[in-house]
């Protein structure tokens, strides 16, 4: 007497479930990096073909419009020149050997960048000038 299974597996497999999760996953990743806002300016910085290999603590920016900016603690905020120093003194203490970058758009006059200058010689912070790579 030979008897046969009823109910036999199906060894094939549906790949839309599948299809669906990366379709949703793809949407979702999507939408989440266009909410991300970027933090930088946008600043046309002088051309130099030399670099350093010091990496700053902090960067002071400063726009066309003679607006400056300060990252603390991996944010850019907009700062009134006047407190540019205590800012400064607040966010690296005492750390000697101190570089901070300076970005400064090719447009500012020099008499702006010199007084950022002014105040790192004042604090012996040692200040690098941000430039762009020449073409």
Do not use: C
């Amino acid at each position: 007497m030979a008897l046969k299974r009823r109910s036999k597996v199906d060894a094939s497999f549906s790949m839309s479930s599948m299809t669906d999760i990366v379709f949703l996953l793809l949407i979702f990743f999507m939408v989440t990096s266009t909410l991300i806002a970027p933090n930088a300016l946008k600043l046309l910085l002088p051309e130099s073909n030399n670099q350093t290999a010091a990496k700053p603590i902090t960067t002071i920016s400063i726009t066309s419009d003679l607006k400056y900016y300060i990252n603390v603690d991996g944010k850019l905020n907009r700062i009134a020149f006047h407190e540019i120093e205590p800012a400064l003194q607040k966010s690296i203490g005492n750390i000697d050997d101190v570089y901070v970058s300076l970005h400064a758009d090719k447009s500012v006059p020099v008499e702006q960048v010199v007084k950022i200058m002014n105040i790192a010689k004042r604090n012996k912070y040692k200040m690098i000038l941000a430039t762009a790579p020449e073409n």
